[in-house]
């Protein structure tokens, strides 16, 4: 069966807005990191300071993070596709071979992001075919760096124009 033209059109106009990338984690109650990749991520608050991310409800993580009371989001930089396609596969060893570190309650921090927020889970919200998940962050860091960006169901490049001179 073919897809529904007009989801796809529709899919496809969603995709024309530019949006960073990012792997967000947790474990599961016996401790196992549960990690998946996201381009939903946006801030929502200063004060209080909250975060939000939406998955599909039929992705496999779902139970792990409805359950979870912590996550951590690890937001990607240039250079890490090599993350972001692997927690994006179905494969259940997203982990293998990666040296993350334990957030503030374990939660798993991928090395070298751009930035990464450790967050308790504030509430979910059924939207659709997704459930939008609402974080309070409790403690963040971040670097410079230039971001993974994704844009017409691929990867992009930054491309900033050089910096003009101004007089004050």
């Known amino acids: ?22 792997v967000i984690t947790t474990l599961t109650p016996a401790g196992t990191p549960v990690g998946l990749t996201v381009t939903s991520f946006s801030s929502v608050s200063l004060d209080p300071p909250l975060v939000l991310w939406s998955l599909m409800r039929s992705s496999a993580s779902l139970p792990a993070f409805r359950e979870a009371s912590r996550f951590a989001v690890n937001v ?16 259940e060893e997203r982990f293998a071979g990666i040296d ?16 990464q927020f450790e967050c308790t889970t504030h509430c979910h919200v059924e939207a659709g075919d997704h459930v939008v ?11 410079d760096g230039a971001p993974l960006l994704f844009f ?17």
């Open 133 to 143: 998940v609402l974080g309070r962050v409790h403690r963040f860091e971040h670097r």
């Open 76 to 91: 990607l930089a240039d250079d890490q596709h090599h993350l972001s396609t692997r927690f994006a596969s179905r494969s």
């Open 152 to 168: 017409a169901s691929r990867y992009a490049e930054l491309h900033r124009e050089p910096a003009s001179a101004t007089a004050s």
């Open 100 to 115: 993350w570190t334990p957030g503030l309650s374990g939660e798993p921090l991928l090395p070298d992001c751009l930035a």
């Open 1 to 22: 069966m073919s897809p529904d033209p007009y989801l796809r059109s529709l899919r496809d106009a969603y995709a024309r807005y530019a949006t960073g990338v990012a």
